[in-house]
């Protein structure tokens, strides 16, 4: 593991604010809508929630979190990467002891409300600790493990597997905060599919009269390589070059960026990409 003071200070501090953030959302949205938030938050809740009523106890936030994290910080540390492990596990203390600590705050006591707006501040809590290049634990771990062995997005596919568990809440304890709770996790996992963009990807069409100083910007930024495409311009009838690559979605901007001002009149077309096989480089998790 390398270190830097300044990268991994901002990095702290993200998960420090990601967590202080999902831990309001708990305290303050799904307990006052009585939800069961995605992943292994979701199924702390239910097990306390099981709990105080069939055992008349309510096993600590901390307590519980942290024995179902075990095993996914093991295949983390394992398989994804130490340093992103070791600031999931800060997030995961955070989050489990601030839960316990921390008052919540009365906004609305309209259940949609807090199904919408509390969905949409917990992606952004895990949002803040995925781009610290931590995750919240849990069922974060299972998704970026399969998106770094199948190189796709997978939230979709974990929202999927919550419902196992809505099910089981909806029998104990009633359909209504069920249905409400996959309202919050749908409106959670829109917010990481559009602003979380590690596994998207983008083709990248640039005509430029710089084809080698192009090539070097995309290789040193993005680690990718390209094809070079000779063509003829029919505007102007004469021969142009077309760089042809495809690159991670959140490094599009740095490179259209770069290339401008390597080459200020590059034609530059960026295309969705949602399929790929073949090789393609991924950054590690550290």
Known sequence: ?????????????????????????????????????????????????????????VPPYTLVNLLLNAFPVYISFRYIGKKFTLLSCLSILLTSVLTDVMPGAEITSEPILLSIFGGLVNGCAILLCLLAGATSGGTDFISIYLSEQHGKDSFNLILLGNMVMLSVAGVLFGWERALYSIIFQYASTQVLHMLYKRYQRQTLLIITDKPEEVYELIKDITHHGATLFKGVGLYEQRERTMIYSVVGADEVKQVVARVRTADPHAFVNSIKTNSLTGRFYRRPND
């Open 1 to 57: 593991m390398q270190f830097s003071f300044r990268k991994d200070a901002r990095r702290v501090v993200l998960v420090v604010l990601g967590s202080a953030l999902f831990a309001f959302n708990i305290n303050t949205f799904v307990h006052t809508a009585g939800l069961f938030p995605g992943g292994f938050s979701g199924l702390t809740i239910l097990i306390q929630s099981v709990c105080e009523r069939f055992v008349g106890f």
